[in-house]
Antibody, heavy 124, light 110 residues
Framework: EVQLVQSGAVVKKPGESLKISCKGS????????IGWVRQMPGKGLEWMGI????????RYSPSFQGQVTISVDKSISTAYLQWSSVKASDTAMYYC?????????????????WGQGTMVTVSS | QSALTQPRSVSGSPGQSVTISCTGT?????????VSWYQQHPGKAPKLMIY???KRPSGVPDRFSGSKSGNTASLTISGLQAEDESDYYC??????????FGGGTKLTVL
């Protein structure tokens, strides 16, 4: 079964660093782009960025460039989303998702497999 | 990049058809045939319903169909069923290796 399993919910204080994970299984992890999507409480979906595990090629939405870092460790089929210093406005559900059509251009293909989401709460 | 424009809400009775629009610009929806649609039930992860404007993934009922005209893409759900009540989001390739989502539409089945 193709699936993405994300790390659990986390609570952080403003200014702390954070790294959440997304582990793929059941397919050739290295050859499909993995993207991250933010959903703030009660709000819509926002496309954050995407990474190609085989060579770590990474693309960001202009809205998130410089705000987060997307990385990957293909040896353990895991992608990451990290913050160096979280803010209250980072409170949201974060989803990872696989872009269908392995090897296609970043951003063109739809997300066909989604993780269960990681809830990040930032509060003092 | 600005979010694509979707109606906040639409509604229909069981058995009827509803259409959800997704309006962008010539830099996203109008410029590429890479529009996808997602269904999201409360507390759940999104599910892919339509990709490449009008293609359905395996397992998605043929009651769901997609189309595009100019800068506006549309998702049509025919033969509405109670389980179709959900939030729906469009996403379009916007160049520079990125995709942009719409604001989302809440579908109510009356």
């Amino acid at each position: 079964e193709v699936q993405l399993v994300q790390s659990g919910a986390v609570v952080k204080k403003p200014g702390e660093s954070l790294k959440i994970s997304c582990k793929g299984s059941g397919y050739s992890f290295a050859t499909y782009w993995i993207g991250w999507v933010r959903q703030m409480p009660g709000k819509g979906l926002e496309w954050m960025g995407i990474i190609y595990p085989d060579d770590s090629d990474t693309r960001y939405s202009p809205s998130f460039q410089g705000q987060v870092t997307i990385s990957v460790d293909k040896s353990i089929s895991t992608a990451y989303l990290q913050w160096s210093s979280v803010k209250a406005s980072d409170t949201a559900m974060y989803y990872c998702a696989r872009q269908k059509g392995g090897g296609a251009v970043a951003g063109i293909d739809a997300f066909d497999v989604w993780g269960q989401g990681t809830m990040v709460t930032v509060s003092s | 990049q600005s979010a694509l424009t979707q109606p906040r809400s639409v509604s229909g009775s069981p058995g009827q058809s509803v259409t959800i629009s997704c309006t962008g610009t010539s830099s996203d929806v109008g410029g590429y045939n890479y529009v996808s649609w997602y269904q999201q039930h409360p507390g759940k992860a999104p599910k892919l319903m339509i990709y490449d404007v009008s293609k359905r993934p395996s397992g998605v009922p043929d009651r769901f169909s997609g189309s595009k005209s100019g800068n506006t893409a549309s998702l049509t759900i025919s033969g509405l069923q109670a389980e179709d009540e959900s939030d729906y989001y469009c996403c379009s390739y916007a160049g520079n290796y990125t995709c942009v989502f719409g604001g989302g539409t809440k579908l109510t089945v009356l």
